[in-house]
């Protein structure tokens, strides 16, 4: 048995955890106001006054962790030529037809879109969250703003929930990814399939 | 539900039938507020206050007749005051008693999310039930009028209830008991738009040839409604909407988007698991682990 290849240190294992667990707590709180058919939620919450009470503050809460997170990432998720043709084959990769991949680096693209939608996803929430947060700061904004801003936080979520769902789902799809992040590590032989110009780059493969 | 004899239209938050098995009472009412013969006395404010016990803060004086200056909490209607010349060197007072509408499609009802936080009666009153308010503002978000309010004290929106504690049980709206001058009416739709008519007649005998009922077709009639002097232009009447509806932006938010958003994410979900139970896992190739 090789020996495993560090991916994650403690500190930036703590930190997606702080993010996924604030993440999950906004996320459904959000949801219990969004549709009727999810009102149920607000009992995860103390109610439907506390879940108005709790969820912005959960929000504030992730983007902070959010933003140490991508400050932390983002070099790492610039687009190369590797990616473009990784992506050209996705069909493959979903068939689970990975003979031939590119060799990429530490993210594959269906990760650098998730950032950068993220990127630009979060700091919305916050935006237009700021503007519909009652009663601190809602009546300080023109009613035509908070109308702006209700779309805008709803379509944000849903684009988050929905990328959130593929990103879990990815994480039990492709076996051996989850240990990255609860120890740290991944197996040699993960990082050469996967990512294996990140396998070269920590092993001098 | 705070008024059991009242059967119930449209209830916040709900996508099941709301409580309505009685059999179709008088049917919908409305206050007719006859602007043309308001003398701005306030005594309908004063009236509000005191059949709701509510008691707003004593302000200041800003120069202007409108005490207090906007709707609180606490103040559900107040006169506005506007001095326009509607024809040069013709000065004219123009007193509008503002409050809720209650709009027979009202946009506060269709953006809350809490359940039963706001109900339409089937006589056409819009009430809100603070008990299932949450605070979150959303009905502001959604009334095209600017009415909701959320109190400081207790986070709850307040609005007029068009006193249906009085007209569940046969009275008349406080305001409209207490007015000097009759300027607020309060009956059946039908008969109070028959009442208007025979107003608008007068007025337009006496010159205000564009006097005119107010009831927006935008936001399906409302249920409080004015005779206006100045019919075409109602924004003379403190920026009283012209055409008021609900903003395309609270349709888009609250309409056909939500449901479908929602299914958005089921299907992510069974999509995820059918993926995996038919491409399956993915698994590392032995051979790779070797070399
Ligand atoms: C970044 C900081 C955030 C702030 C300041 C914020 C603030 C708010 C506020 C003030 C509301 C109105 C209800 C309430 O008062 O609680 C709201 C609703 C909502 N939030 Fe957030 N939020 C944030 C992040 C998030 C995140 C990360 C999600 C989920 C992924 C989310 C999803 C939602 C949803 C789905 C709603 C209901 C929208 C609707 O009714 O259409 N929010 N948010
Ligand atoms: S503040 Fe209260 S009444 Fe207004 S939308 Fe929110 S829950 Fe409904
Ligand atoms: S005027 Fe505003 S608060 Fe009143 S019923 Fe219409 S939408 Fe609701």
Redesign the interface.
């Known amino acids: 048995m ?1 020996k495993p290849i560090q991916r994650y240190t403690a500190r930036e294992r703590s930190n997606h955890w702080i993010v996924a667990i604030a993440f999950v707590l906004a996320g459904l709180s959000g949801l ?8 149920f939620l ?1 009992n995860l919450f103390g109610g ?2 506390w ?2 009470i709790l969820h912005p503050f959960i929000g504030v809460v992730m983007f902070l962790f959010f933003m140490a997170m991508a400050a932390r990432f983002w070099r790492l998720n610039h687009f190369t030529a590797a990616d473009r043709q990784w992506m050209a084959r996705i069909g493959d990769v ?3 037809r ?1 003979r031939g991949l590119p060799e990429i680096g530490k993210y594959n693209a269906g990760q650098k879109y998730l950032f950068w939608t993220m990127v630009v996803s979060i700091p919305l929430l916050l935006l237009s969250g700021i503007v ?1 947060w ?2 601190w700061f ?2 300080y904004f023109p ?2 703003l ?3 801003a ?2 805008v936080h ?1 379509l944000a979520a ?1 684009i988050m ?2 990328g959130i ?2 990103h879990v ?1 990815a994480a ?5 990814s989850v240990r990255a992040m609860t120890r740290g590590t991944v ?4 990082a ?3 990512h294996r110009a990140w396998y070269r780059e920590m092993t001098g493969k | 539900m705070a008024l059991q004899s009242l059967d119930i239209k449209a209830r916040s ?3 099941t039938p709301s409580p309505n098995v009685r059999i179709e009472g008088a049917g919908p009412v409305a206050k007719l507020i006859d602007i043309s013969k308001c003398i701005g006395c306030k005594a309908c404010q004063v009236a509000c206050m005191e059949w709701n016990d509510l008691r707003d803060e004593v302000g200041t004086n800003v120069g202007v007749y409108d005490n207090p200056r906007d709707l609180t909490d606490q103040s559900w209607t107040v006169m506005r005051f506007s001095e326009v010349e509607v024809e040069q060197g013709r000065l004219e007072w123009l007193i509008r008693k503002d409050g809720c509408m209650h709009c027979a499609d009202p946009g506060c009802l269709k953006a809350c ?3 039963g936080a706001i109900v339409q009666y089937s006589n056409g009153i819009v009430d809100f039930h603070e008990e ?1 308010c ?5 009905c ?2 959604g009334c095209p009028f ?1 009415i909701p309010r ?1 109190s ?1 004290k207790d ?1 709850k929106a307040y609005k007029c209830t068009l006193c249906s504690d009085r007209v569940g049980v046969g009275l008349e709206p406080a305001c409209v008991k207490t007015c000097p001058t009759g300027a607020i009416v309060f009956g059946s739709k039908v008969d109070m738009i028959h009442h208007a008519e025979g107003r608008i007649t007068d007025l337009k005998e006496r010159g205000y040839s564009n006097a005119a009922l107010y009831d927006p077709k935008g936001v399906g009639g409302t249920h409080v409604m004015y005779v206006l002097q100045h019919g075409d232009k109602p924004e003379l009447y403190a920026n009283l909407p012209k055409d008021p509806n609900i ?1 395309p ?2 349709s ?2 609250k309409g056909v ?3 479908l ?2 299914l ?2 089921g299907l ?2 069974f999509a ?1 698991f059918f ?2 139970v038919t ?7 032995e051979e ?2 070797t070399d």
Not at chain 2, 134 to 138: T, V
Request: net charge positive; charged share 15%; aromatic share 12%.
């Open positions: 090789s219990a106001l969004f549709h009727p058919a999810f009102f607000t439907g006054p879940t108005r979903i068939r689970n990975d519909v009652q009663p809602a009546p009613i035509w908070l109308r702006i209700v779309v709803a849903w929930i929905l769902i593929v789902y039990i799809w492709v076996k051996g197996s040699e032989a993960w050469k399939h996967h | 938050a709900t996508t999310p809490s359940p299932n949450i605070g979150c503002g959303y502001i978000t600017n959320i400081k986070n903003s932006l609270v888009l938010w988007t939500k449901p958003m929602s958005g994410l992510a979900v995820g993926h995996y491409a399956g896992p993915k698994e590392v190739e790779e682990k």
